[in-house]
């Protein structure tokens, strides 16, 4: 409609840069209230600026550009046109684009259009300023600041101006405002920019305003400001940073009254040079420096010098800085040094003017100078057990005492003495590290104990490499026993039962000997013998004794003649810890054949009964000989093998090989009551020769029963009896009693461990595949059932050992702990034992339908039945196979859980109650498993409980992506999660996981052959551990009946035959009518 193009407004403006402007206030919005008088083809608009301008443009009927004015300076006094038409004309072009000025449709489509305009005239058209920095330093209180750095700018495009507020500025850009600076230059936020190398110093300066806005708001005490007319003052922290931003840039100093142009920020030292002279016997040091020298910051980093600003290094700051403060403070341009002063300064002072800078001397005094190696000497005497010492400091002729209260006379001493007083600090600062005091006859002493025993172990040793050490013969007398000779010795006293333990330090008596393992136990370093002679408490013999007494709790007042007495059941600690480099204690015979005996119970001669000999595994023939051994030496023990190991059977052949060697005498076995029968039924199959008696029935029954104990060889018993009848157990004393599922005591208070202690017996055992659960309690309480005292009391107990490795991750008390109680501990695993088992254990796992699944099931079973009937009747068996399928299906989902298709049961599932022993039982044995399910809304569903047990899985099934596959079973195989979520159709093959070793079928699929392909996962090459496969069944259902005609039809199970309907094509209606009892 318009004849206006952006290539034609662009020719009809001002310049390049006042179109950029026009650009930037068209895409701002600075065109306000454009209205178009249709039959006049006139638009008038109200355009934003330092203050609002008129704009009026005529077009002719045919859309040509007839006139445009603004009302503002620049287009009275300037051809072409202003931003202001400028910017209006590129308004009327856009939105003619999209039509009419006032339908609603077509101000939609110039919200589009501006949209697009935004990201055409993207930032790259604000217009960039340029920005000059000057910089001024006043010290001494002039122009009103003291020692202060202020900035201040000057801006603009082409010409600069000055920034008469820095403050002002960055309260206009804060409310996008303009300011105006002079006649040809307006700084309008909307429009112009910082370039990008200026902008990190106007964030920085931002950064004072913002602060500075903030506290002016909201502190109640006010603050004086920075910002001071036109200049900012910079604190020390901003001036070291507007520094280092102006590096490779040039910026103008105002220095003193001195302005200097384009000077630079650099890292660099001052070229410094010094003269030394000789005047009238004194010395005089000035600084050669032509021009101005001026640090610019408190800590001097900063200097002025030579047009420059440099950051020196710290090398030259610490040196020069005092110096330069002492020649600053001077009238005159040197400093005078006296005589007496000379041999100070030349030795403190001039060294470190030499690391800064060139230093000319003088001949006469460059030939005063001599430096002479330096001898140092020091004397050590021993003064009623205290140390004195002297030094003596020499270079040639000259001898300096540093304590001596007697000054040298300098003042006739026409040569200057250079001392290397970087070696005579060195010296002294070993006496004053090890609090040397000063007396009287100027010789330094040490009269404290601790700083004799610190300055003769730590600091002598560094005097000797330093000084030449002269000894008096008393000083000789105090020394520190590095080494020392070490003895001791363990016999067993087969007369006593007792280990005798013995230990002994070379001319050290028992008194001392107690006093020194109290001194290690307050942790002091050293211990003082009568002699005088200093102890290091420190050493390895020395602690790792104290360690040992510690970890026994052992009484130190017991010791007798160096000897101490120590139950037996402490042996195999004791060797164990006497290993090595510490293995210099003696055992005696009977003491080593213990030790042996225990450690290694399969070289032993016990021969189980004839009747079990080929029975017997091999591994199980080592816990027969593990309990024969301890049982010897009257020690108690945990047998721990894993789940399917066999403890009871191990346990059954040491009881008929006890009763055989020492005669009949009752041991009694507590078990839970589930277990008691399968107990005796165990003792039926293979020890008919124990004679057994149950206990159970009523109170009346068990009590008869316990009065005839004494008749038989074994008495078995549950944990609930023993609670109630423990009293009665009193009068009788058993040759053992032992534990079954020994954690049902591993609290100590409970019931169940009360009752089972007071129990009577010559040795006790205990037999548990889970000997710790939650916490080292558990297994403090089955020790302190198998052997009383050997964990010490509880207290003790957890002081010792379980505060220090469960809280504070203790390795060291987590080693003396497994120090004592492994050899008291036999666990084996099914991986340790590979090839005493199967290959692979099968187990037929029932679960019951809870009450509201047996009604959903019964419901679904009739209807189903009902609908199989009427298809059967109606279309023949064949083609009523998918309903028979269908119908199955939905039963057995029922099986497994309602809800994975019944969204509003609430109920729950018997067989997923039974999952979750299952796990608990499977995992806490460290066992990793895989589930297989047919249904993926099971699987979601067991997920749910896996999460809310906290236990970690992985899961896959037919979505799963083929490269997620292999990720997830490497990662599973390399021990990441506990299960192994897999749905039966997409991970029953193709997968290796031999990281896990229990295989659970949730559902019985109707294949046997798929089943144990999936098993196959992890009944592979690779795998090293048996493979438990539990098959998962719910009690009076179709799935009895599936598994029941699985096993019946092995040979159709154990052929190839593809999952879902084709089995029940496989299948006859005779066994599909006995599965639906149709």
Known sequence: MFNITEDSIKKSTLNDRTFKKSINYYKNNYVKNLLYYKNKFTFSAIVEGTKNYNVDINFDKNGELQHAECNCPAYREYWGYCKHISATLLDIMH?????????????????????????????????????????????????????????????????????????ALFQHIEHNESMVYGKNFTFEPKIHKFKEEDQPIIDMLKEIYDNESYINEYSSYGSGSLFKGKNVILTPNTLKRFFSMMKQRKLNARIYHNYYENIEVKDDDIDLSFSLKDSEKNLSLEMDYNGLLVPLDQNGNYFFSNKSILNISEKQRKNLIPIYNQLSKNIETSIKIPKEYREDFISEIYPSIKKIGNINIDEKVKSSIYNPDLIKEVYLDNENNNIIASI??????????????????LQNDEKILLRDLEKENEILNIFENANFKVNKDNNIYLDDEEDIYNFLNNMLPKLQKQADIYYSNSFK??????SSAFSGGIRLNEKTDMLEFNFEIDGVNDDDLREIFNSIKKNKKYYRL??????????????????????????LDNFNNSIIEIPKFNSLYLDSEFQGEFNYINRNLAFKQLVQNIKEPKDMEFSPPEDLTNILRNYQMVGFKWLKTLSTYSLGGILADDMGLGKTLQVLSFLLSEKKEK??????????????????????????????????????????????????????????????????????????????????????????????????????????????????????????????????????????????????????????????????????LKKDVLQE??????????????????KVYLSFLNEIKGEIKSSIAEKGFNKSQMKILAGLTRLRQICCHPNTFIENYNGSSGKLKLLEEILDDTLESNHRILLFSQFTSMLFIIKKLLKSKNIKYKYLDGSTKSEERRELVKEFNNGEGDVFLISLRAGGTGLNLTGADTVIHFDPWWNPAVENQATDRAHRIGQKNTVHVMNLITKGTIEEKIYELQEKKKKIVDSVIKPGEKMVSKMTEKELRDIFGI
């Not at 420190?538 to 026994?552: F, G, R, V, W």
């Not at 005498?665 to 039926?684: F, G, Q």
């Not at 088992?837 to 339908?849: F, Q, V, W």
């Open 392 to 409: 003596k400091l020499i270079y040639g002729d000259t001898t300096i005492e540093p304590f001596s209260k007697e000054k040298r006379d």
């Open 663 to 828: 005669g009949s005498k009752p041991s009694l076995i507590i078990v839970p009551t589930s277990l008691v029968y399968n107990w005796e039924d165990e003792k039926n199959k293979f020890a008919k020769n124990l004679n057994t008696l149950v206990i159970s029935g009523d109170k009346n029954s068990r009590k008869e029963m316990i009065n005839q104990i004494n008749e038989y060889d074994l008495i078995i018993t549950s944990y609930p009896l023993i609670r109630r009848d423990s009293e009665l157990y009193s009068d009788f004393n058993f040759r053992y009693c032992i534990l079954d599922e020994a954690q049902h005591i591993k609290n100590p208070t409970s019931q169940n461990a009360k009752s089972v202690k007071m129990i009577n017996s010559e040795n006790n055992f205990a037999l548990t595949g889970t000997p710790i659960e939650n916490s080292l309690t558990e297994l403090w309480s089955i020790f302190d059932f198998i052997m009383p005292g050997y964990l010490f009391s509880h207290n003790k107990f957890m002081k010792k050992f379980e505060k220090p490795i469960i809280k504070n991750d203790n390795n060291e008390a987590l080693d003396t702990f497994k120090k004592h109680i492994t050899p008291f501990i036999l666990r084996r």
């Open 477 to 482: 007398n105090i020394e520190v026993k590095t």
């Open 95 to 167: 939105k003619d684009k999209i039509g009419t000025f006032d339908s609603k449709e077509k101000r939609n489509n110039e919200q589009i259009q501006k949209l697009l305009d935004n990201y055409r005239f993207n930032s790259d058209s604000k217009i960039p300023i340029n920005i000059e920095y000057n910089y001024e330093f006043y010290p001494h209180g002039t122009s009103g600041y003291k020692n202060a750095s202020t900035l201040n700018l000057r801006i603009g495009e082409d010409k600069l101006y000055v920034v008469k507020s820095i403050k």
């Open 837 to 854: 088992l199967p290959e692979k254990i099968e187990h037929k796992i029932t679960a019951e339908l809870t009450n509201d699944q047996k």
């Open 530 to 555: 009568k002699d005088g002679s200093f102890l290091p408490l420190s050493i390895n013999n020395l602690t790792h004794m104290s360690n040992i007494i510690d970890n026994l709790d052992l009484d």
